[in-house]
Every structure is written in structure tokens, then in C-alpha cells.
């Protein structure tokens, strides 16, 4: 197959950005999108071009580190996809493929494709764990039971992998279904419960001081979230939320 | 050669580890705020070491390569995590867990270190509970268990197929509760490129900033290496993209030891390779064998109707199918270690039975699964004389939940649908237990250089079990490194912060900026990842499932022609005050052809077959592992000298056993 590559070129933070186009040839079918960008990385540096800068790691769809939006959707065509788990085949001969960075205020571009968003692992600090040291004399793990409803419920939210796709494809840029899947998860388990109202006000403080925009529920991050993970948790934190502010102290 | 002191504590198995820790020197809260530590890598080990010395006081610094310290590699394992909690009062025990992992490493780890792995376990169960870590759980409200090979019970902690994600997440959320406390400064996007040793001690590293490219000067009282294996040697494993030698590497050349490195674990389920440009290979969880049977075509002709594509492999009946795990292992049938099951794959394949068009495939079908789980189902459910379909149906659904996500997972990579049509797998390379060595308080052979998880060699001898890799992880991590680094400290309290401004961390930035500096002004014509991708080819053929002297010498020979046009026909662009991938990568691959020179050389100098070593010399007529205990029951750990990974000397480091008997390791 072969495919002219539309793609997002961008020196640094505070330079100036452009599309430049590239072809690629021989790319089979069972390739990888990003196995077909390490072809067109090799190729480039034949040539002497400066190869594309993406961020990628686990190539199975867990680590959350590959982020970009093809042809206008993040993580490319298909559900429940990340960019790595994007095959070629989901493409025809001759596409002609456009390739953009993950965009939002709160993830500026550091370089090409790549993004940074430490702005989330900064709504993470701000509230997203259990008050909980390291120590060898907790209680049992079965001493609390807890309904397989409510657990299996925590681990759908808590399946988030964290890389922005959610952000990417809001008109708002909200952060809000990855903020919400961390206070659904936590206070959803008992073991959350004790510090919620502090973590959900704490969380979503820091997501408005980060610059994400609001949630007005559209539902298109539900749709491209390469991990199925349900606005219902934007309806639980929001609950979690007025609650909270109701009854803060 | 040198006696290694592994500095083992006396006293009964059962005693050393509560003996010792009530008997280590601590260091009191006001001392600790003086006391640096800079720990590398933030995988479950990382994260946890981190999180766990930040929170007794310590001044840690955490650093990862990725752009967030949730997505170290830990995050991909799948199936789960052992403890033993015996909370299916199948009969496990500390012991037991300890008996399994010494036996499933196939007698080449240390007891002592074992045990106490297997004493801790079940508290890192509580600590993930308390952190919210959502495991799975039954009915009733207490937490499930399943079962791993080379085990006879179910004490396998799981979340789906994503446990180390959740696992990962957890310590994650310990380590960012750090953060905001301001008791860790986390340097994401950041790479350990040298270690500093002063006056015979760890003292510091440097550092690339990946986005500006800048060698930054980072000093501590103590370092820890939590930075994973090295898979990515044999260039196509399960690792990811980013996962390295370097840090660890950088150790070794400062003296630190690397021990037993040719124990590589092969994955005996992963999805085959498909091409010519493939990065990487996918795991398909090892919990898949639970339900899973394996098999290939009894006949030859079948096989290759198969690869043809003139044959179905639901049109073959039963007893034309070889259910060969079964046939060669009846007690434990799907469910043998990795290492047994890889092997027997790779000798039907060899043998001419693989069904793939390559030829390297096995088959993992859940069939008989689903009609088992589709009858059950359908007599819970009331339903007389229920039909196939129903059956089907039913059965595909508990499937469904029980593995939903890796089934996903193999049709997105394969557009075949699992449920209809058997798995096809081969074994990938997909862990290394050999690594660091270290002693019993996880030091390293340079004082104040630790090494943590999948880094260091402690624990798995020539293969690990299932599920043991998490709970390695987190016992040095959560519970071992917290005590036995703070011995070391002790030491530590007068000495006042580390100057950055020495001789020896000017000598450690020149020596990176000048190997950078190669890299950049080499000006072939080959990019890095070619380099990479032939050394891979090299070591899979000669020094991956099957290893024998006269491949070993030729790869050898192979790659260190290989690391000659490395260095002189490398093509980097760019500069090194800037980001550039391509040349962190460069960094990288030169120390797997370094690496991939000593694990050849290692398992050469290895004459038994033991594990995940296995050397076509030594082997029964069945084609069973031929160990050989008076002479090789030591753990090789080499000293790198002269500037040249073919000058390593060997020391060895004997292994006594006291509490278990060496015996043949039998699943039959």
C-alpha cells in the first residue's frame, strides 16, 4: 500500500507549526500506524530530514503514551483504539493520511506530535490516591468486603490509561472524564470514601487552574476514548462534587 | 576469582528476614531530611521505593524516561499477582510459594532472598487494598484468585487481564501523593546516561533532560536502579519501545556486576510475528492457559493443508489434533512453567507441525472451554437439554468476561475473532532474570548502588513464574528496600549533601557528552534502528529458546563485527542540546551490543541446560533439561574489565540449599 502522510511540523513550544507532506511505499496491511511512521522515520533520515517526534512505548494500547489525532480523531478511525493498535489495514491504497498533535491549551506541543501533559499527572497530586502509607500491618484485604458491583465498577473507571483523548476531542478541551474516572474509582471502594469530598474539590481545582475547558456534554470523549470509559463518571463527580460543596466544611 | 558475599543473614530460613530487620541500624526523622536518594525508573519497584523512603523522610528523586511515571512498562502485565494469602485454603503457605518459586527457577536463586519474597507477599496484597487497587472479587465480596503454571493452587491476585496497571496506577497514586507533599521531585522525560561513583560509592548520575537535551548533574547519598530488564536486546520482545539496558549498563561499567544475564525468559504465548517491519510482539496474558488447550495437527500433511489455507482448524476432529502439553506433562498439563511450554512449541515447530505460513505458530483454543462453561451455565440457568448454540452462547459469555480484553486485544492485532477460531501463539522473548547482581540487602557490588525488580537477578533463578514479576517488584520496593537502604544510610548522616561540582561528576558528563558526541559525528549512512534490529536477529537465532556452543561463538564473533560498523556507519542527525530521539536511541543500542556479547558469552560458559537456558547439548533423550548441580548450582556474576564486554571475568557466587532438595524438576 502506499500513502501520501499530511503531518504536523513543529519546531518547539513557541515556534511556528506547519503541515508537511511525505510518501510512503510498501506498507503492508498488518503494520502497525506507528510501524508505518517508523518507515517514514527511516526513510527521512535517509534523506537527511529530521525524523517526526511522537510519543509512543508499550505499542499494546496500555501505557497511554502514543497521542495522535489522524484525520481528525484522536487515536485515528475505529473504537476502542489507541494509535498503536491502529492498523494499516483500516486504510485504502492512496489514502491520503493527516496527522495532528493532541490539542488543548493544557497540552502544549513540546515538539512535531508530541505533547506534554503533565497537567494531568498534576490533577493526579492534587487528590487522586488514599491517604495510605507503605506498612506491613494493614488490615486483612478481605476484612472489608466489598459488593462485586461496586468493585467491578471502580476498576471500569479505573482502566483510564491517561492520555488525553478525552481532552483531544472535546470542543471544550475539558478534562473532565479523566478527572472523573479517579474520584469514580475511589469513591466507589471504601477505602475512598474517608477523604472524598477533599479529593474531588482538590481535583477539580487543579483541572480548572491547568486550563481545561468544561464539560457541556456532548459525549464525544465517551466516544473516542480508546478505553470504553462511560460519562456516567462525569455524573458520579459531579454528584461527588455538589455534594461536597453542600457539605464542606 | 573473588568470593562474592551475599551477606545472607544467619539463622533458619523461616527467622533471617524478621531477625535481620529488627537488628538493622535506623536512621532517625530529623537525619533522614539530610539524606538524598535518587531512584531510577518508576515501574511498580520504582514507584514503590520511591513513594515508601519519601514517606519515612527521605529526600527522593524520581526519574523516568516516558512523560509520566504511570507509564512504565510494569503497566502491560497482564494476568496478575501471587501471594500467599491461602484464601482458597487449597493448601498454600509461605513455604509453598517459596518451594514453587525455587523449584519453577529451576534451582539457580538464592533461598533466602525467596523466602522472604514469599513472606512479604501477602502484605502487598493488603497495601494495594488499602490504596484502592479495584481487584477482582467474588460474590460474596472477597477477593478472587486464579492459577498460574507450574503451581497446584489458585493464589494469583488479578484485575482482568490489566492487573499491573491497576498495580501500577497504585503505587503511582502513592508516588503522586509524594509529589504534592513536595517529598519526591519528579524528572519525567529524563534518562539516567551515567552513574557517579566517588570514593568507591554511588554517589550520583547524570542525566538527560529529553526535551532540552541538557546533561544534567543529579548527586544523593544513594541510588537505586528500578529500570526493568532487557528484553528489547533480542530487538522483538514484549517489552516496550523504550524499555533499555543503559542505566543499568552504565552501572556495570562503573563495577557493578551483571549476573547470570543469558537467563532470558520466552513467553510461551504471544501473538506470532506477522512482517518484516514489526517493532514489537504482544503478550497474550498466561492466565490464557487456565481455559486455554494447546495444540497442533497430529499429522504433518494437516499442518501444512493448514498453512496453505486448504484446511480450517475446526475442521479437524479431535483425534487428529495434538494436544502436545498434555500428552508430554499429564499433571500439569496447559499449565507447565514458561519455559517448558515455550520449548515444546518450538519442537512441534521445528518438527514441521506450526500452522501459521511462517510456520511458527501454535494453536490455543478455548472450545472446550466455552462448552464447559456454556453446560455449567446452562444448568444453573434451568435450561433442559439445552442445544450447541445455546451452549455457545452462554459459554462465550463467561469467556468473554473472564478474558474479554485480551480477546480484543488479539482480534484488533490479528482481525480474527478468538471465539470462532482457535488463538494462534508462538513464544516471544519477555523478561530477563538475570540482571544486577546484588546481595541480600538488594546493594549491588558498587556500595550505595542498589538494584530493585526486574533490574537485579535475586529471585527468579533461570525462569520465573507467572505472576511472580509484580510481586517482586513491590517487595522491594514496598517492603525490602525501605529497610535495607536505610541500613546503608546510617552511615550516611555527617556526610552532608553531595557537591555535583567533583572531579568525578566533570569526568562522568564528558564521558557521556563524548560518546554523544561519536554518535553525532560518525556520519554513516545507517539508521540506529537497523543496528538494532540485526543484533536482535543474532541473539533470537543463537541465544533465545535453544542454545548451543557453536552458535553461541558464532554470534559472538557476530556482533561484536556488528558493534564495529555500529560505530563507524552510524547515521544520527541533530545535535545533543536539543531533543532527539534518535539519538537516545543510538545510546541505547550501543550497550545491547555490549550486553548481547555477555549474555552469549554467559550462556556459553553455562555447560547445563537449567530453566530458560537451555543448551541443545545437554538434554535428555526425551528432550528434558539436563541440569548439572555439582558444577554449576553458583550464580555467575560478571565483573566488566578493559573496556571491552569480551574481557568480563567471571566470579561465581555459589548457591547452597539448605531447605529444599535439588531435584529433577518434573511436571509429568
Known sequence: MNFTINVWRQNGPKEKGGIATYKVSNISDDMSFLEMIDVLNEQLIIQDIDPVVFDHDCREGICGMCSM??????????????????????????????????????????????????????????????????????????????????????????????????????????AMLFTSAKVSQLSLLPQGKIEASERVMNMVKQMDLEGFGNCTNTGACEVECPKGISIENIARMNREYLSASITSK | MSKLNANIPEGSLAEKWTKHKSKIPLVSPANKRQIDIIVVGTGLAGSSAAASLAELGYNVKAFCFQDSPRRAHSIAAQGGINAAKNYQNDGDSTFRLFYDTIKGGDYRSREANVHRLAEVSASIIDQCVAQGVPFAREYGGLLDNRSFGGVQVSRTFYAKGQTGQQLLLGAYSALSRQVAKGRVELLSRHEMVELVVVNGKARGIIARNLVTGELERHSAHAVLLCTGGYGNVFYLSTNAMGSNVTAAWKAHRKGAYMANPCFTQIHPTCIPVSGDSQSKLTLMSESLRNDGRIWVPKKAEDALAIREGRLKPTDLSEENRDYYLERRYPAFGNLVPRDVASRAAKERCDAGYGINKTGEAVYLDFSSAIERFGSEAAHVKGIKNPNENQIKKLGERIVESKYGNLFQMYEKITAQNPYKMP???????????????????????????????????????????????????????????????????????????????????DEAEATARNRMNGFLNSKGNTP???????????????????????????????????????????????????????????????????????????????????????REEFQSKEGEAVRKDDEFAFVAAWEFAESDPGKSKLHKEELSFENVELNTRSYK
Open chain 1, 69 to 174: 489525532f489522524i484525520n481528525g480523531e484522536a487515536h485515528g478511525p475505529g473504537r476502542g483504539v489507541t494509535t498503536c493498535q491502529l492498523h494499516m489495514r483500516e486504510f485504502k491504497d492512496g489514502d491520503t493520511i493527516t496527522i495532528e498533535p493532541f490539542r488543548a491549551k493544557a497540552f502544549p506541543v513540546i515538539k512535531d506530535l508530541m505533547v506534554d501533559r503533565g497537567s494531568f499527572d498534576r490533577i493526579i497530586q492534587a487528590g487522586g490516591y488514599v491517604s495510605v502509607n507503605t506498612s506491613g500491618n494493614l488490615p486483612d484485604a478481605n476484612a472489608t468486603p466489598i459488593e462485586k458491583q461496586d468493585a467491578d465498577a471502580a476498576f471500569d473507571s479505573a482502566t483510564c490509561i491517561g492520555c488525553g483523548a478525552c481532552v483531544a476531542t472535546c470542543k471544550n478541551a475539558s
Open chain 2, 423 to 505: 488463538m494462534m501463539i508462538y513464544p516471544a522473548v519477555h523478561y530477563t532474570m538475570g540482571g544486577i547482581w546484588v546481595d541480600y540487602n538488594l546493594m549491588t557490588t558498587v556500595p550505595g548502588l542498589f538494584a530493585l525488580g526486574e533490574a537485579n537477578f535475586s529471585d527468579h533463578g533461570a525462569n520465573r513464574l507467572g505472576a511472580s514479576a509484580l510481586m517482586q517488584g513491590l517487595a522491594d520496593g514496598y517492603f525490602v528496600a525501605p529497610y535495607t537502604v536505610g541500613t546503608y544510610l546510617s552511615q550516611d548522616i555527617t556526610t552532608g549533601k553531595i557537591p555535583t561540582d567533583s572531579a568525578e561528576f
Open chain 2, 528 to 614: 540506529v534502528e537497523i543496528f538494532h534490529r540485526d543484533l536482535g536477529k543474532i541473539m533470537w537465532s543463537q541465544c533465545g529458546m535453544a542454545r548451543n556452543e557453536e552458535g553461541l561463538k558464532k554470534a559472538i564473533a557476530d556482533i561484536r563485527i556488528l558493534r564495529d560498523k555500529f560505530y563507524s556507519d552510524v547515521k544520527v542527525l541533530g545535535k545533543i542540546g536539543e531533543m532527539n530521539p534518535e539519538l537516545d536511541k543510538a545510546g541505547r543500542v550501543a550497550d545491547f551490543l555490549e550486553l548481547g556479547e555477555l549474555m552469549c558469552m554467559d550462556a556459553l560458559a553455562r555447560e547445563e541446560s537449567c530453566g530458560g537456558h537451555f
